[in-house]
């Protein structure tokens, strides 16, 4: 199974509704990253998480990871066309290395 | 501030021909820099990472080769391409701490490659 988990794979929102996507770890994380994609697009950062019980907010979106450290969740509240695009949590599991493994992400669509 | 870029864009190559991707960095010093490869239905993959010049480990035994000719600077190579070498390349950096740093940095990505091996 795989390390790190996304669920939905896909998800359809009415424009104007809030949403929220889950990132679920199997081991401990030391840092938590969310990244968005638009199609044949690089990844644009959005958030990094460290810390349990940890929140974060940028514009319409907020992401937290929970006390485990094990979880985290990205809500949009109030979604927009600007939103659709691919949600990817990324995981990195401890000092010294610095690799990410990410989840197999989250496809955004928006309906007017 | 940082910028980080890629070329080619998109690039269609034959079986068997060599690969040569480009990847720099502007605005920051020293910086760890890192391959990703994301293939259909695959997810991201990390390929090779690099903590300095000349300096690269490999994640996944396959037909690249990574080098850091210069500090930022990274560049993805192969000698004969294989079909399943298609995919969208991705070129990331993030800070490089020394010693015992207190908290994981944000790593940054490029634009991307998009390779189609015919």
């Known amino acids: 199974s795989q390390e790190l988990e996304q669920s939905p794979q896909s998800l359809i929102v009415q424009e104007g509704k809030n949403l929220t996507i889950n990132c679920t770890s199997s081991k401990t994380l030391y840092g938590l990253y969310w990244y968005k994609q638009k199609y044949g697009e690089g990844l644009i950062f959005l958030m990094m998480?460290?810390?349990?019980?940890e929140e974060k907010s940028h514009e319409k979106i907020t992401a937290k990871l929970d006390e485990k450290k094990q979880q985290s969740s990205l809500h949009i509240t109030a979604s927009q066309p600007s939103h659709a695009g691919i949600y990817l949590c990324?995981?990195?599991?401890?000092?010294?290395?610095?690799?990410?493994?990410f989840g197999t992400g989250t496809r955004l669509t928006i309906i007017p | 501030s940082q910028t980080i870029h890629q070329w080619p864009a998109t690039l269609v190559q034959p079986v068997g021909s060599p690969l040569s991707l480009e990847c720099t960095v502007e605005g920051t010093s020293n910086p760890n820099l890192y391959w990703y490869r994301q293939a259909a239905g695959r997810g991201l993959q990390l390929l090779f990472y690099s903590v300095g010049i000349g300096q690269i480990s490999s994640e996944v035994p396959q037909n690249l080769s990574a080098s850091r000719p210069q500090d930022r600077q990274f560049i993805l190579s192969s000698k004969k391409l294989l079909l399943s070498d298609s995919g969208f390349y991705l070129c990331?950096?993030?800070?490089?701490?020394?010693?015992?740093?207190?908290?994981?940095?944000?790593?940054?990505f490029g634009p991307g490659t998009r390779l189609t091996v015919t």
């Open positions: 990331a950096w993030s800070v490089r701490v020394s010693g015992r740093g207190d908290r994981p940095y944000e790593q940054y």
């Open positions: 990324g995981a990195r599991y401890n000092f010294g290395n610095e690799k990410l493994t």
């Open positions: 998480l460290q810390k349990g019980g």
